[in-house]
């Protein structure tokens, strides 16, 4: 199986906030659960660099984010649902990210990739920042926009402006086209 190779361009700060985050990953295949705004966002642009996507959600009206010439595959399912995984292409998946609006299903899912798929880089969105932090110290790789978002608005308020536009850049440094 190949491995996930991370690609960051710019200085030694931003390549570690980046990786700290979630980097743009270089992989033979990636399997998103969730196709609302960050899922789709990642889909597109790693679709658009070549990679193999295959993006899972339960609606079939959440593909319309989808580019008209996205070249991955859309799989209608639930992202805790083995066989719908299996049919994303779980088994040969180097890496994975679930992103939907329900921490209880990424982390579900999440789970599943790394349990039962092994899957070597698996990632997970949580809305919660207590729950995030329980599932990052059982060996998760997680991510909290809310403690992010609060971080953010925290240096502005001590900082300023600049400062605050410096940790929203080093966020978006990943290189997604939906970065600020």
Do not use: W
């Amino acid at each position: 199986m190949a491995t996930c190779r991370a690609r960051v361009a710019g200085d030694s700060q931003a390549r570690e906030t980046a990786s700290a985050i979630g980097d743009i990953l270089a992989a033979v295949k990636v399997v998103i659960v969730g196709c609302g705004r960050v899922g789709s966002t990642l889909a597109n642009d790693l679709a658009r660099e070549g990679h193999e996507v295959a993006i899972v959600d339960i609606s079939r009206r959440a593909f319309d984010r989808l580019e008209q010439n996205f070249s991955g595959q859309a799989i209608l399912g639930s992202g805790i649902d083995q066989e719908i995984l299996e049919q994303a292409g779980a088994e040969k998946a180097d890496c994975f990210i679930s992103v939907t609006n329900g921490d209880n299903r990424n982390i579900m899912s999440a789970q599943v990739a790394q349990e039962i798929f092994k899957i070597p880089r698996v990632m997970t969105r949580i809305y919660d920042p207590i729950r995030e932090r329980v599932y990052r110290e059982i060996g998760l790789y997680t991510f909290c926009p809310t403690v992010v978002g609060a971080a953010i608005a925290r240096t502005f308020f001590e900082s300023g402006a600049a400062e605050a536009d410096r940790a929203r850049h080093s966020v978006a440094a990943s290189g997604a086209s939906g970065g600020a």
